[in-house]
Each structure stands twice: as structure tokens, then as C-alpha cells.
């Protein structure tokens, strides 16, 4: 029998150069959480606007009332050389639920 596991959910803050496409900048963001969630410290990323590398040094940082570790990329883009930094923020208390609501 499968035992429930829970959902996970949390929030992802985005600091990016404005003329990354949405869908670039959805692709960079979707690869920083999946990154936290696979506990992973560096990948290749490419879109349509850009190449580069995607990396954290798993430093917790705060936004306001809201902290999370920390995502960085080194960008290549068609306008020169450019950088975007994530905030992954987890209001669960991990795989398998937890409290309902964490401040981290």
C-alpha cells in the first residue's frame, strides 16, 4: 500500500534582466526548484535568450518576512553578459508535509 507523501509548496522570488522572454525566465526559475528539490549546487541552463549556469552556495537569505536559499546565474545573452538571482522559498516543512505554515 502506497503511503500518502504530502504536497510541497513554497514560493520562488526572481531578480532578472527584463529582456529574458517570460518563457525564459519561467525556464530558469523552474530550473532553480527543481535544483532545491534534487539538492543539486550547479547546472548548464540554455533558452532561447541566453546560455549559462545555474548555481547555489546554499545560502539561506531573507526577503523581507520570507527566507529561502538562494539561486545565482552567470548569463550569456545577446545583449552581453548578465545575471538573475532566485530566492526558493518552502513553506512546507519538506517532502512528506509538516507544519502548515513555516516563516523559515
Known amino acids: 500500500m502506497m503511503e500518502h507523501q504530502g504536497i510541497r509548496w513554497g514560493y ?3 531578480r532578472a534582466p527584463n529582456f529574458l522572454s ?5 525556464h530558469l526559475m523552474t530550473t532553480a526548484v527543481e535544483m532545491y528539490l534534487a ?3 550547479e547546472r548548464s541552463v540554455a533558452g532561447d535568450g541566453y546560455e549559462g549556469r ?3 552556495e546554499r ?3 531573507m526577503l523581507g518576512e520570507f527566507g529561502g536559499q538562494r539561486f545565482d546565474s552567470d ?4 545583449y552581453g553578459r ?6 526558493v522559498n518552502e513553506q512546507t516543512g519538506g517532502y512528506g508535509g509538516g507544519p502548515g505554515f513555516s516563516r523559515n
Open 82 to 87: 548578465d545575471t538573475a538571482t532566485f530566492l
Open 22 to 26: 517570460g518563457e525564459d525566465r519561467e
Open 12 to 14: 520562488v522570488f526572481l
Open 59 to 61: 545560502r539561506f537569505e
Open 54 to 56: 545555474l548555481y547555489t
Open 39 to 41: 539538492g543539486e549546487d
Open 75 to 78: 548569463l550569456e545573452t545577446a
